[in-house]
């Protein structure tokens, strides 16, 4: 990066918001992704009007600018794909108001999403997105990727709950968009536009969220299969049981087994095994879903079913199905974590479709994920330096994505496109709607200055 760029950036955000130090760059250049490029410089701006300089000074000068969260991302969206300043958000990371008479939050874009639920708890309220990484995600990351989580499939994901947004246009301008209001049909939903928009239509400086009341019972199940049909079809069943379960995630036999032999768990072995949280404001009303589901498991062939009959039964469950990712993780030097979802009723031919590629290729693999909400996660173990098991590993990826797109599906339930899947977005997305992204884009950001690269938004 020039210096005069280098010296304009420091005036902007001051000598100890700015580094181009060689350790802090080979930092920025990763996320959670196997993705990684080195950006030149970094800034931790802390007000908006720091950030709509940078902007200004950026479209002068044409560097790429890409905002960051924690950089989490499992889609390589914060990577500098093409060198330039990572703008990382952490320092903005005060929570500005909690309304509860309006049932909404407004916070900065650098407050962790942990943080934001220790503040409501005092208050009975919550936000529910939940995702896994919630220790150290940030708010202004689970808007930019649509973030969801293990809540999903009664609470829905972070769309549902973004009322109003600040932000800093490419170039430069700032915009309010949105409404403090529980109701608006006032002109088009802008806010909307940006929520998934992985930080390349502005940059979020401001957050207005809807909050929830917090349930105050739950219930805690798991059930263990012969097969995954099996177990594909008693998530349907109770999905159509007249009641929505709070959580329900499926693990695969190559988990569960991952899990007995690196993780301690002391799970059943089985072909496919399904993990149910039920939640309610009375001990009856969260019993009574659970029971529900019970009855589901048996009609569908369970070969075990357990109830947490403690806290600490509870708490070994979640450990387990928390503990997944990272323990199957430890099988190859590389792993990608995909994040496929298609419509409820399809949740078992994508669940046997996916078995059958990820067998041929012949490497190590997990599926668990968001059954609940039809939201799957294929993870596939390789080895990147040898180009064969490269080879296999990108075949059997991209035949995932096209079973899912025939069955009515989409590439990402919550995790974004950003770099991983930015090749695949015609199989999803038709050609006339692609179009009308690149439109959005070039409109918004003619020298194409935010988070370039990404999203197939520049063909
Ligand atoms: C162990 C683990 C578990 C995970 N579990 C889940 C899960 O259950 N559900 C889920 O949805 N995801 C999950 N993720 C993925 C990741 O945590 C989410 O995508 C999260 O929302 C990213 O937040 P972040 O702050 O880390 O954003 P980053 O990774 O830093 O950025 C992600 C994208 O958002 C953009 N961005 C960030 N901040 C802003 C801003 N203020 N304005 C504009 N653009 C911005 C970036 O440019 C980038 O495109 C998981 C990741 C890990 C490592």
Same mark, same amino acid.
């Given at each position: ?43 931790? =701006? ?123 246009? =490419? ?192 490497? =190590? ?95």
């Amino acid at each position: 990066m020039e210096q005069i760029i280098k010296e304009a950036l420091i005036d902007i955000v001051g000598q100890t918001n700015f580094t181009d130090q060689l350790i802090d760059m080979i930092s920025y250049s990763y996320d959670g992704s196997d993705h990684n490029h080195r950006p030149e410089a970094a800034v931790w =701006p802390v007000t908006t009007e720091q950030i709509s300089e940078i902007m200004i000074l950026a479209n002068k000068h044409c560097f790429p600018v890409i905002p960051r969260g924690a950089g989490t991302g499992l889609a390589g969206a914060a990577i500098a794909a093409k060198g330039g300043l990572v703008l990382d958000l952490c320092r903005m990371n005060t929570i500005l108001d909690i309304r509860i008479a309006d049932r909404l939050v407004v916070v900065q874009p650098g407050v962790v999403y942990a943080d934001l639920e220790k503040a409501l708890a005092p208050h009975g309220f919550f936000f529910p997105p939940d995702p896994a990484s919630g220790k150290v995600c940030t708010l202004g990351g689970n808007v930019a990727t649509n973030a969801g989580g293990l809540r999903a499939a009664k609470y829905g994901v972070t769309k549902d709950y973004v009322m109003r947004l600040e932000l800093v246009l =490419p170039d430069g301008r700032t915009m309010r968009t949105g409404s403090q209001c529980m109701k608006s049909a006032s002109g088009y939903d802008l806010a909307r536009l940006f929520v998934g928009s992985e930080g390349t239509l502005g940059v979020i400086t401001e957050i207005t969220l809807k909050i929830n009341p917090k349930p105050l019972a739950f219930r805690t199940g798991v059930g263990s299969f012969g097969s995954l049909k099996d177990a594909g079809q008693a998530v349907t069943d109770i999905m159509h049981s007249g009641i929505i379960p709070c959580v329900l995630e499926l693990m695969d036999e190559n988990t569960i087994r991952v899990l007995r032999e690196r993780a301690n768990a002391d799970l059943p072995e089985a072909a496919a095994l399904i993990l149910v949280e039920t939640d309610g404001y009375t001990e009856e009303e969260a019993s009574f879903q659970m029971s529900k589901v019970m009855d589901k498991f048996r009609k569908n062939n369970a070969t075990h079913i357990k109830k947490a009959a403690s806290a600490s039964e509870v708490e070994e469950l979640w450990r387990i199905r928390k503990a997944t990712g990272s323990t199957a993780a430890q099988l190859r030097t590389n792993h990608a974590t995909e994040d496929v979802a298609v419509p409820m009723s399809r949740v078992p031919d994508l669940l046997t479709g996916i078995a059958a590629i990820v067998k041929d290729c012949d490497l =190590p693999f997990v599926i668990f994920g968001h059954a609940g909400d039809g939201n799957l996660h294929p993870k596939i173990m390789y080895n990147g330096s040898d180009p064969d098991q490269q080879r296999r590993f990108d075949e059997a990826v991209g035949e995932i994505f096209k079973l899912t797109c025939s069955l009515g599906g989409t590439l990402t339930g919550e995790h974004g496109v950003g770099l991983a899947k930015a090749s695949y977005m015609s199989l999803e997305h038709d050609a006339v709607a692609l179009d009308l992204m690149r439109s959005f884009k070039k409109l918004l950001d003619p020298n194409n200055i935010l988070n370039p690269g990404k999203m197939d938004l520049e063909a």
